[in-house]
Nanobody, 125 residues
């Protein structure tokens, strides 16, 4: 069992930045592909960004079109921590952000093995 705990959410003005963190409880963190999802109130949860697990010498990152060029996903396996650097934030980025872990090469929600409880990001206009 892996527990994921998100942090770093808060209130920020449009154009500002936040960095979200997701800390895993197990040192096997490096083996998991990690994904950030978000859920806007009243809407379905959506993919934000993903980063591959330890399967080679290079990690690959993937982004939703809506955040490409503004958000950066990264990981520090020594700290069992996943990050999401969010720049140039927009009011439409307001959502609860969740991190998730999977042993598979997928971004499908149903294939995620573990989920955090989420952290709220509010972007004011």
């Amino acid at each position: 069992q892996v527990q994921l705990v998100e942090s770093g959410g808060g209130l920020v003005q449009a154009g500002g930045s936040l960095r979200l963190s997701c800390t895993a409880s197990r040192p096997t963190f490096s083996a998991y592909a990690m994904t950030w999802f978000r859920q806007i109130p009243g809407k379905e949860r959506e993919f934000v960004a993903a980063i591959t697990g330890l399967g080679g010498s290079t990690y690959y990152a993937y982004y939703a079109d809506s955040v490409k060029g503004r958000f950066t996903i990264s990981r520090d396996n020594a700290k069992n921590t996943l990050y999401l650097q969010m720049n140039s934030l927009k009011p439409e980025d307001t959502a609860v952000y969740y991190c998730a872990a999977t042993t598979r090469a997928t971004i499908r929600e149903d294939d995620m093995n573990y989920w955090g409880k989420g952290t709220l990001v509010t972007v004011s206009s």
